[in-house]
Protein backbone atom coordinates (compact mmCIF):
# COMPACT_ATOMS: atom_id res chain seq x y z
CA UNK A 1 0.00 0.00 0.00
CA UNK A 2 1.15 3.71 -0.67
CA UNK A 3 2.87 5.49 2.42
CA UNK A 4 1.21 9.02 1.12
CA UNK A 5 -1.75 10.94 1.27
CA UNK A 6 -2.39 13.66 -1.06
CA UNK A 7 -5.51 16.24 -1.79
CA UNK A 8 -7.57 14.47 -4.91
CA UNK A 9 -7.30 17.67 -6.65
CA UNK A 10 -6.21 21.25 -6.92
CA UNK A 11 -6.87 24.22 -9.11
CA UNK A 12 -3.89 26.72 -9.58
CA UNK A 13 -3.82 30.02 -11.95
CA UNK A 14 -1.52 29.94 -15.11
CA UNK A 15 1.67 31.93 -13.63
CA UNK A 16 1.15 31.11 -10.38
CA UNK A 17 3.08 28.82 -7.82
CA UNK A 18 1.74 25.75 -7.22
CA UNK A 19 1.93 24.29 -4.09
CA UNK A 20 1.28 20.52 -3.88
CA UNK A 21 1.44 19.01 -0.37
CA UNK A 22 2.13 15.09 0.62
CA UNK A 23 1.63 13.77 3.65
CA UNK A 24 4.04 10.66 4.69
CA UNK A 25 3.70 10.57 8.51
CA UNK A 26 5.10 7.03 8.46
CA UNK A 27 8.33 7.50 6.85
CA UNK A 28 11.34 5.60 7.80
CA UNK A 29 14.88 6.71 8.08
CA UNK A 30 16.11 5.20 4.15
CA UNK A 31 13.40 6.46 2.49
CA UNK A 32 13.17 9.04 0.07
CA UNK A 33 10.28 11.32 -0.92
CA UNK A 34 9.72 10.95 -4.93
CA UNK A 35 7.34 13.04 -6.74
CA UNK A 36 6.45 12.11 -10.50
CA UNK A 37 3.85 13.62 -12.53
CA UNK A 38 1.52 11.63 -15.49
CA UNK A 39 0.68 13.80 -18.46
CA UNK A 40 -2.87 12.41 -19.84
CA UNK A 41 -2.17 9.76 -22.31
CA UNK A 42 1.81 9.66 -21.50
CA UNK A 43 3.80 7.34 -18.99
CA UNK A 44 4.71 8.82 -15.51
CA UNK A 45 7.36 11.52 -15.90
CA UNK A 46 10.13 11.66 -12.90
CA UNK A 47 9.95 15.29 -11.56
CA UNK A 48 12.31 15.36 -8.50
CA UNK A 49 13.25 13.37 -4.67
CA UNK A 50 15.11 13.97 -1.46
CA UNK A 51 15.64 12.73 1.28
CA UNK A 52 15.72 15.03 4.13
CA UNK A 53 16.92 18.38 2.12
CA UNK A 54 15.25 21.05 -0.31
CA UNK A 55 15.79 20.32 -3.63
CA UNK A 56 15.59 22.37 -6.70
CA UNK A 57 16.10 21.20 -9.99
CA UNK A 58 14.83 22.95 -13.43
CA UNK A 59 11.21 21.71 -13.10
CA UNK A 60 10.37 22.14 -9.50
CA UNK A 61 11.54 22.62 -5.84
CA UNK A 62 10.97 19.98 -3.29
CA UNK A 63 10.40 21.21 0.70
CA UNK A 64 10.82 18.48 3.28
CA UNK A 65 9.39 19.41 6.78
CA UNK A 66 12.44 18.64 9.61
CA UNK A 67 10.58 15.78 10.95
CA UNK A 68 9.93 14.23 7.23
CA UNK A 69 6.42 13.85 8.28
CA UNK A 70 5.44 16.04 4.86
CA UNK A 71 6.80 17.56 2.02
CA UNK A 72 5.47 19.77 -0.77
CA UNK A 73 6.28 19.95 -4.33
CA UNK A 74 6.54 23.73 -5.92
CA UNK A 75 6.43 24.55 -9.38
CA UNK A 76 7.38 27.93 -9.90
CA UNK A 77 5.13 29.51 -12.76
CA UNK A 78 2.47 26.80 -13.21
CA UNK A 79 1.70 26.72 -17.33
CA UNK A 80 -1.24 24.74 -18.74
CA UNK A 81 1.34 22.30 -19.70
CA UNK A 82 1.50 21.32 -16.43
CA UNK A 83 -1.85 20.14 -16.15
CA UNK A 84 -1.27 16.17 -14.82
CA UNK A 85 -1.65 14.40 -12.09
CA UNK A 86 1.30 13.93 -9.54
CA UNK A 87 2.36 11.38 -7.67
CA UNK A 88 4.35 11.79 -4.23
CA UNK A 89 6.02 8.42 -3.56
CA UNK A 90 7.69 7.26 -0.46
CA UNK A 91 10.66 4.42 -1.53
CA UNK A 92 13.44 2.87 -0.05
CA UNK A 93 16.46 3.22 -1.79
CA UNK A 94 18.78 0.49 -0.52
CA UNK A 95 19.07 -0.98 -4.38
CA UNK A 96 18.48 0.54 -7.43
CA UNK A 97 15.65 -1.53 -8.35
CA UNK A 98 13.25 -1.06 -5.13
CA UNK A 99 9.59 -0.48 -7.38
CA UNK A 100 7.33 2.51 -6.99
CA UNK A 101 4.12 2.39 -5.31
CA UNK A 102 1.86 4.90 -6.58
CA UNK A 103 -0.86 6.35 -4.24
CA UNK A 104 -4.01 8.25 -6.14
CA UNK A 105 -2.23 11.61 -6.36
CA UNK A 106 -3.29 14.87 -6.88
CA UNK A 107 -5.16 15.85 -9.94
CA UNK A 108 -3.16 19.64 -11.14
CA UNK A 109 -5.26 21.50 -13.11
CA UNK A 110 -3.78 24.80 -14.44
CA UNK A 111 -6.39 27.80 -15.24
CA UNK A 112 -5.68 29.81 -17.42
CA UNK B 1 10.12 12.34 -24.92
CA UNK B 2 10.68 9.41 -23.41
CA UNK B 3 14.23 7.34 -23.32
CA UNK B 4 12.45 4.19 -22.90
CA UNK B 5 10.48 3.45 -26.06
CA UNK B 6 7.32 0.87 -26.22
CA UNK B 7 5.64 -0.20 -28.95
CA UNK B 8 3.23 -1.06 -30.29
CA UNK B 9 1.50 2.20 -28.69
CA UNK B 10 -2.07 0.72 -29.58
CA UNK B 11 -3.14 -3.09 -29.59
CA UNK B 12 -6.60 -4.31 -29.85
CA UNK B 13 -6.93 -8.65 -29.95
CA UNK B 14 -9.34 -11.43 -29.21
CA UNK B 15 -8.98 -13.76 -25.92
CA UNK B 16 -8.00 -16.27 -28.07
CA UNK B 17 -4.93 -14.09 -29.85
CA UNK B 18 -1.21 -14.00 -29.06
CA UNK B 19 0.50 -10.82 -28.93
CA UNK B 20 3.87 -9.32 -27.72
CA UNK B 21 4.69 -5.88 -26.07
CA UNK B 22 8.25 -4.79 -26.35
CA UNK B 23 10.20 -2.24 -24.47
CA UNK B 24 13.31 -1.01 -25.38
CA UNK B 25 16.39 1.42 -23.63
CA UNK B 26 20.06 2.23 -24.47
CA UNK B 27 20.88 4.41 -20.98
CA UNK B 28 22.69 1.11 -19.89
CA UNK B 29 20.03 0.66 -17.00
CA UNK B 30 20.03 -2.88 -15.39
CA UNK B 31 16.55 -2.67 -13.76
CA UNK B 32 13.41 -3.16 -15.97
CA UNK B 33 9.30 -3.10 -14.75
CA UNK B 34 6.33 -3.55 -16.10
CA UNK B 35 3.69 -2.08 -14.49
CA UNK B 36 -0.20 -2.26 -15.40
CA UNK B 37 -2.74 0.80 -15.38
CA UNK B 38 -6.30 0.45 -15.23
CA UNK B 39 -8.26 3.60 -16.35
CA UNK B 40 -8.25 6.52 -13.64
CA UNK B 41 -6.10 4.13 -11.48
CA UNK B 42 -2.48 4.36 -10.54
CA UNK B 43 -0.01 2.33 -12.01
CA UNK B 44 0.06 -0.70 -10.32
CA UNK B 45 3.53 -3.28 -10.27
CA UNK B 46 3.81 -6.67 -12.41
CA UNK B 47 7.28 -7.86 -12.98
CA UNK B 48 10.70 -6.19 -12.07
CA UNK B 49 13.79 -7.75 -13.82
CA UNK B 50 17.06 -7.56 -12.22
CA UNK B 51 20.53 -7.95 -14.75
CA UNK B 52 18.46 -9.68 -17.15
CA UNK B 53 16.76 -12.09 -14.15
CA UNK B 54 13.64 -12.22 -12.75
CA UNK B 55 13.08 -10.66 -9.03
CA UNK B 56 9.74 -9.53 -8.25
CA UNK B 57 6.54 -11.27 -9.56
CA UNK B 58 3.57 -9.51 -8.40
CA UNK B 59 1.03 -12.75 -8.09
CA UNK B 60 0.67 -12.08 -12.14
CA UNK B 61 -1.78 -14.33 -13.76
CA UNK B 62 0.29 -16.97 -16.39
CA UNK B 63 -1.62 -15.26 -19.18
CA UNK B 64 1.12 -12.89 -18.55
CA UNK B 65 4.73 -14.30 -19.45
CA UNK B 66 7.58 -11.64 -18.94
CA UNK B 67 10.65 -11.74 -20.87
CA UNK B 68 14.36 -10.02 -21.18
CA UNK B 69 16.42 -11.62 -24.07
CA UNK B 70 18.98 -8.89 -22.73
CA UNK B 71 20.07 -5.57 -21.05
CA UNK B 72 18.43 -3.35 -23.39
CA UNK B 73 14.79 -5.27 -24.16
CA UNK B 74 12.12 -6.66 -22.09
CA UNK B 75 9.10 -7.81 -23.56
CA UNK B 76 5.74 -8.71 -22.56
CA UNK B 77 4.16 -12.07 -24.04
CA UNK B 78 0.42 -11.93 -23.96
CA UNK B 79 -2.24 -15.14 -24.42
CA UNK B 80 -5.53 -15.82 -23.69
CA UNK B 81 -6.12 -12.81 -22.00
CA UNK B 82 -9.50 -11.70 -20.52
CA UNK B 83 -11.24 -8.49 -21.02
CA UNK B 84 -10.50 -6.91 -17.94
CA UNK B 85 -6.92 -7.04 -18.85
CA UNK B 86 -7.75 -3.46 -21.15
CA UNK B 87 -5.06 -1.57 -19.77
CA UNK B 88 -2.16 0.87 -20.28
CA UNK B 89 1.04 -1.52 -19.91
CA UNK B 90 4.31 0.75 -19.15
CA UNK B 91 7.48 -0.11 -19.10
CA UNK B 92 10.38 1.42 -16.86
CA UNK B 93 13.61 1.04 -16.33
CA UNK B 94 16.50 2.15 -13.80
CA UNK B 95 20.03 1.69 -12.56
CA UNK B 96 20.71 -1.32 -10.60
CA UNK B 97 22.90 -1.17 -7.59
CA UNK B 98 22.89 2.59 -6.96
CA UNK B 99 20.75 4.21 -4.81
CA UNK B 100 18.48 7.57 -5.20
CA UNK B 101 17.92 6.27 -8.86
CA UNK B 102 14.64 7.30 -10.25
CA UNK B 103 12.52 5.24 -12.79
CA UNK B 104 12.13 6.20 -16.24
CA UNK B 105 9.02 5.17 -18.08
CA UNK B 106 8.14 4.82 -21.44
CA UNK B 107 4.54 6.12 -22.88
CA UNK B 108 3.26 2.81 -22.35
CA UNK B 109 0.81 0.08 -24.73
CA UNK B 110 -2.90 0.52 -24.65
CA UNK B 111 -4.14 -2.65 -24.74
CA UNK B 112 -7.66 -3.54 -25.56
CA UNK B 113 -9.28 -7.16 -25.43
CA UNK B 114 -12.37 -7.73 -27.16
Known amino acids: DAKTTQPPSMDCAEGRAANLPCNHS???????VYWYRQIHSQGPQYIIH???NNETNEMASLIITEDRKSSTLILPHATLRDTAVYYCIVRVSLSGNTPLVFGKGTRLSVIA | DTEVTQTPKHLVMGMTNKKSLKCEQHMGHRAMYWYKQKAKKPPELMFV???????INESVPSRFSPECPNSSLLNLHLHALQPEDSALYLC?????????????FGDGTRLSIL
Open chain 1, 26 to 32: TISGNEY
Open chain 2, 92 to 104: ASSHQGYSNQPQH
Open chain 1, 50 to 52: GLK
Open chain 2, 49 to 55: YSYEKLS
